[in-house]
């Protein structure tokens, strides 16, 4: 059973950079996938940040492709978000996920619970 | 801003019927296949319809999806206090080389 748990500091300062984990059990990263990250600010919907593969493809949102790099440690099993320079308007709830097969970029079916990132001074 | 549009409520009473549509453009719905999502409150969003109209294991069958051109559809037939709950569309969308949601739906049983 793949299970994805999403770690890292629930309060960021403005023009600072958020850093989030997401460890994967049950499965290993290098052996094929894409990964993703979505984030959902409070009481709004849901917004795809992007897509990697471990060997290297990666997609990112147009919207944020300027400030975010994605990377996988497949040592520790585990990849990462960076998103630097926020603002008040990257306070979300931020989620790692894996698609439903093999051969997709997105379409997500394997969830982490979330993460609740607040950008505040 | 997104650029599939869903209506942001719909409701019904139990054992009833409730249909949400999702509308998009040639670069999303229009070239790629339609996804949908239904997140609980509280909880991370699941994957409940893919390919426009298949259903992950264990999704019961009163939940179905549709495609026509740019626009999609989910239904939900027999409606229970359990499909309370926030539901988005989602596709690809080739002109942002992007994967892009729906508004989201707040599906309300009566």
């Known amino acids: ?121 | 801003q997104s650029v599939l549009t869903q209506p942001p409520s719909a409701s019904g009473t139990p054992g009833q019927w409730v249909t949400i549509s999702c509308s998009g453009s040639n670069s999303n719905i229009g070239s790629h296949t339609v996804n949908w999502y239904q997140q609980l409150p509280g909880t991370a969003p699941k994957l409940l319809i893919y390919n426009n109209s298949q259903r992950p294991s264990g999704v019961p069958d009163r939940f179905s999806g549709s495609k026509s051109g740019t626009s999609a559809s989910l239904a939900i037939s027999g409606l229970q206090s359990e499909d309370e709950a926030d539901y988005y569309c989602a596709a690809w969308d080739d002109s942002l080389n992007a994967y892009v949601f729906g508004t989201g739906t707040e599906v309300t049983v009566l």
């Open chain 1, 1 to 121: 059973q793949v299970q994805l748990q999403e770690s890292g500091p629930g309060l960021v300062k403005p023009s600072e950079t958020l850093s989030l984990t997401c460890a994967v059990s049950g499965y290993s990263i290098s052996s094929g996938f894409y990964w993703g990250w979505i984030r959902q600010p409070p009481g709004k919907g849901l917004e795809w940040i992007g897509s990697f593969y471990h060997l290297g493809n990666t997609y990112y949102n147009p919207s944020l492709k300027s400030r975010v790099t994605m990377s996988v440690d497949t040592s520790k099993n585990q990849f990462s978000l960076k998103l630097n320079s926020v603002t008040a308007a990257d306070t979300a709830v931020y989620y790692c996920a894996r698609p439903y097969t093999s051969a997709d970029k997105a379409r997500f079916d394997i969830w982490g619970q979330g993460t609740l990132v607040t950008v505040s001074s």
